[in-house]
């Protein structure tokens, strides 16, 4: 079982959806959760933190984390054509030479206008 | 406040050759990371650096890869020598802080032939 698992989608929707993106993992030492957007050709781009569990907003998106079931989640309300993207997830853990940092394979997105 | 600079952004070397990819980090960012990105796949951790000293290099192939950082600020990546399954994206990130939020380059595309 891999570490952090991930819809690769692709995921189609009308412009105006709200948008659910996904990741499970299995290690529960993972304390820092991670949603990156990547466009074509660009390097990923940070778009949420989040420390343990609990929730997050930040314009149309929210970050959620359920540590006790080892479930983050990407909302995106009031879908864009501009948020046509590859979605990761990312999580990390642990301390010093220890430290785990783990990513998942992306979700590619593409919003319909 | 300038981004993360990578260079080249584009490389296309034949397989036996050397190559080398340079990276630039945000200014007073004491963590540095190398990925490499194939296509339809999230990031792979090649090596992280904390300040001058890696602090995990467990992915890195080190028969044909080596990385260095001297003085805790720009960072090399070299393969030597190249093979076809090399080609792909090199990315470099750097992190302020303790929580693997990480702020990318453009990445250098490689092309071994």
């Known amino acids: 079982q891999k570490e952090v698992e991930q819809d690769p989608g692709p995921l189609s929707v009308p412009e105006g959806a709200i948008v659910s993106l996904n990741c499970t993992y299995s290690n529960s030492a993972f304390q820092y959760f991670m949603w990156y957007r990547q466009y074509s050709r660009k390097g990923p781009e940070l778009l949420m933190y989040t420390y343990s569990s609990g929730n997050k907003e930040d314009g149309r998106f929210t970050a959620q984390v359920d540590k006790s079931s080892k479930y983050i989640s990407l909302f995106i309300r009031d879908s864009q054509p501009s948020d046509s993207a590859t979605y990761l997830c990312a999580m990390s853990g642990g301390a010093g030479n220890n430290r785990k940092l783990i990513w998942g394979l992306g979700t590619s997105l593409a919003v319909n206008p | 406040e300038a981004g993360v600079v990578q260079s080249p952004r584009y490389k296309i070397i034949e397989k036996k050759q050397p190559v080398a990819f340079w990276c630039n980090p945000i200014s007073g960012h004491n963590t540095l990371y190398w990925y490499l990105q194939n296509l339809g796949q999230g990031p792979e951790l090649l090596i992280r650096y904390e300040n001058e000293e890696a602090v995990d290099d467990s992915q890195l192939p080190k028969d044909r890869f080596s990385a260095e950082r001297l003085k805790g600020v720009d960072s090399t990546l070299k393969i030597q020598p190249a093979e076809l399954g090399d080609s792909a994206v090199y990315l470099c990130?750097?992190?302020?802080?303790?929580?693997?939020?990480?702020?990318f380059g453009p990445g250098t595309r490689l092309t071994v032939l």
């Open positions: 990130a750097s992190s302020p802080g303790l929580a693997d939020t990480q702020y």
